[in-house]
């Protein structure tokens, strides 16, 4: 079983500090939520890194919100409940199709740059939506541009004090309520900061796969602190692969947008044949798990690693235009998307599962709370639409500030003492060879098809890492791996547990939906079986 803690301490031999709010993380959900938390309350934002690198950073297509005169959050929410494939939280999208546009309009006063065309904001279209409503900046550095705005705001903010390099071992919780955070400096010491809020903003888990879109950072922490504090955890089965990661020798999986396919890229298999009317209506701007798999059928036919993305009937100049920073990445790498069709696979890139929340953002411990993509408020369901994760986090960052506002203050000292059972010192093998042993397992086992051979062949390499949480942990690398190995468990279990193919989801022992049956929520808990919950998406 996966202890409740990573490390021994003893609350009264460590330095406390205190404050009103914790925020975890400083992608747009964690830089947001401390801005506006900001305003009446005392702030810690931590974040492992430097403040500018999070997942949000690398987003390249956009955020998705209703703007145009020809839009409306009912075509809005049309679209996310169909991507979704019937596991929608119908009041969540609800939320997030209403209170998105209001969102931009927060963004944009904070000092985000949007592109604008004839005076007007610029639109685009993705796969599934049936409306353009994508507003991007900077052609496709839309995820840079917003941090720059928001890390400049926090950076000058008075009541936001910002710890980087720091690394949240775990949140400290009593009888199901947060009480605050067991933090690791960068030399090493402890110190427990104790908290009325501690929010979870500390984004995805790519990094759970050997081929991901997603940065170092995105090693799936939250959802691990979380489920360790007694948490729930739904929908971790649904893990969308992108389709179209740069796939060439030499170069990083880069992420070549989905608004490349929605200004009309079409995909060609090496044979140089277009290939997507054979699996889907939508042809390229099909949901991103129908165009992962056949991007893989095609590849597995024509033994390839790779199909090619092809936008050379645009002009050099809209390309520069739009993509300039996919652009200049694969000229970087000898390859012009204006003449060359650029060689594209799969790779890990989102999370729609993780930290069970309310409408509010809140978990189900009490006091703890999870935004943008560590959380599952239910707006993605099995499959999440392109571009609404960064209107998710605004809109939900915006509700948890005002349910912290109804928090009364933690009052007391805290005492408690914490020793593990048995300890067997420093981790036998690097963490570095660990780490890169699980993301094959993933890859291999629980990727974007599978199998009940599978899935239990990688259930059972993944449990011969268990003694890890037996080991003396004491540095951030050994924290992740602990952490990257108790969210890839929940995977697996999860995916397992799923007897039938949905969203990004598929099994291909359960080739179909099976609604009568799996139309629910798997959860998990730290103490409990596996718990189902129906989805309230009709």
Known sequence: MIPQYLVDFDLQSLPCVKTDVIVIGSGIAGLYTAIETGKDRNVIMITKNALLESNTRYAQGGIAAVTAEDDSPAYHRDDTLMAGAGLCSSAAVDVLVNEGPEGVQELIRLGTSFDVENGELALTQEGAHSRRRILHANGDATGFEIVRALAAQVRVHERVEVWEHHYVIDVVSVNNECLGALVQRPDGQRVYI????????????????????????????????????????????????????????????????????????????????????????????????????????????????????????????????????????????????????????????????????????????????????????????????????????????????????????????????????????????????????????????????????????????????????????????????????TSCLLITHAAMERKESRGAHYREDYPHKNDAVWRKHLLLHREDEIMEEFSDDV
């Open 194 to 485: 104790q908290a009325a809020a501690t929010i979870l903003c500390t984004g995805g888990a790519g990094q759970l796969f050997r081929y991901t879109t997603n940065p170092d950072v995105a090693t799936a922490d939250g959802i691990a602190i979380a489920y360790r504090a007694g948490a729930l955890i739904r929908d971790m089965e649904f893990i969308q692969f992108h389709p179209t990661a740069l796939c060439y020798p030499g170069a990083p999986r880069f992420l070549i947008s989905e608004a490349v396919r929605g200004e009309g890229a079409v995909l060609r298999n090496i044979k140089g044949e277009r290939f997507m009317a054979k699996y889907h209506e939508l042809l390229e701007l099909a949901p991103r798990d129908i165009v992962a798999r056949a991007i893989v059928s095609e590849m597995e036919e024509t033994k390839s690693t790779f199909v090619y993305l092809d936008i050379t009937h645009e002009s050099e100049d809209v390309i520069k235009h739009r993509f300039p920073t996919i652009y200049e990445t694969c000229m970087n790498y000898g390859l012009d998307m204006a003449t060359d069709w650029i060689p594209v696979a799969p790779a890990a890139h989102y999370m729609m599962g993780g930290v069970k929340t309310d409408l509010n953002g809140e978990s189900s411990v009490a006091r703890l709370f999870a935004c943008g993509e560590v959380s599952s408020t239910g707006v993605h369901g099995a499959n999440r639409l392109a571009s609404n994760s960064l209107s998710e986090a605004i809109v939900f960052g915006r509700r948890i500030v005002n349910r912290v506002k109804e928090l009364a203050p933690l009052t007391g000292e805290l005492s408690m003492i914490h020793e593990l059972e048995q300890r067997s010192g420093a981790p036998k093998q690097a963490v570095i060879e660990r780490r890169l042993k699980l993301q094959k397992v993933m890859v291999r086992y629980v990727g974007l098809r599978r199998n009940e051979t599978l899935l239990h062949k990688g259930m059972d390499e993944l449990k011969r890492q268990l003694p890890i949480f037996d080991a003396e942990l004491t540095r951030k690398e050994e924290f992740e791996f602990a952490n990257m190995l």
